[in-house]
């Protein structure tokens, strides 16, 4: 019974890892291979960076200091948001590595309980020891 209970919990546990995993990949590619229609040049930027409702509270000064810092950083991050979509491969293969990883940690803990499992049987003796201790 507690070998059924063990195994049938551990694969379950490794489908709810295998989804998780499968759903991982689908969300990271997706905003991988997304990734490279943000590159609309200083009009996104404008857009992306500060709300208009915080714009109102923060002082001129900084807001200038902000744009300069974002102007001489545009350039940079829009190259990287270029490169981005052709990563969406590595990320397929990071997946199953991870996915790999996690579900031979499953399989071993499962097996690791089930070895326990046999050494709890074996050192009370199952379940026909009671009877035999009151026979002799």
């Known amino acids: 019974?507690?070998?059924?209970?063990?195994?049938?919990?551990?694969l379950a546990l490794l489908a709810l890892w295998s989804l998780a995993c499968w759903g991982m990949h689908a969300v990271t590619v997706w905003a991988?291979?997304?990734?490279?229609?943000?590159?609309?040049?200083?009009?996104?930027?404008?857009t992306i960076l500060v709300p208009g409702w915080l714009k109102a509270w923060m002082p001129p000064e900084?807001?200038?200091?902000?744009?300069?810092?974002?102007?001489?950083?545009?350039?940079?991050?829009?190259a990287l948001l270029e490169a981005v979509p052709a990563l969406a491969g590595g990320v397929t293969f990071l997946a199953w590595?991870?996915?790999?990883?996690g579900a031979v940690?499953?399989?071993a803990l499962a097996v690791?309980?089930?070895?326990?499992?046999?050494l709890a049987k074996r050192?009370?003796?199952g379940p026909?020891?009671?009877?035999?201790a009151l026979v002799r």
């Open 97 to 101: 590595v991870l996915w790999g990883l």
């Open 32 to 46: 991988v291979s997304s990734a490279g229609a943000l590159t609309g040049g200083s009009a996104v930027a404008n």
């Open 128 to 132: 026909g020891a009671a009877k035999a």
């Open 105 to 107: 940690l499953l399989v």
């Open 123 to 125: 050192h009370n003796g």
């Open 62 to 78: 900084l807001m200038g200091q902000w744009e300069a810092f974002v102007s001489s950083v545009g350039p940079m991050v829009q």
């Open 1 to 10: 019974m507690f070998y059924a209970l063990n195994w049938f919990l551990s």
């Open 112 to 118: 690791g309980i089930h070895i326990l499992i046999a």
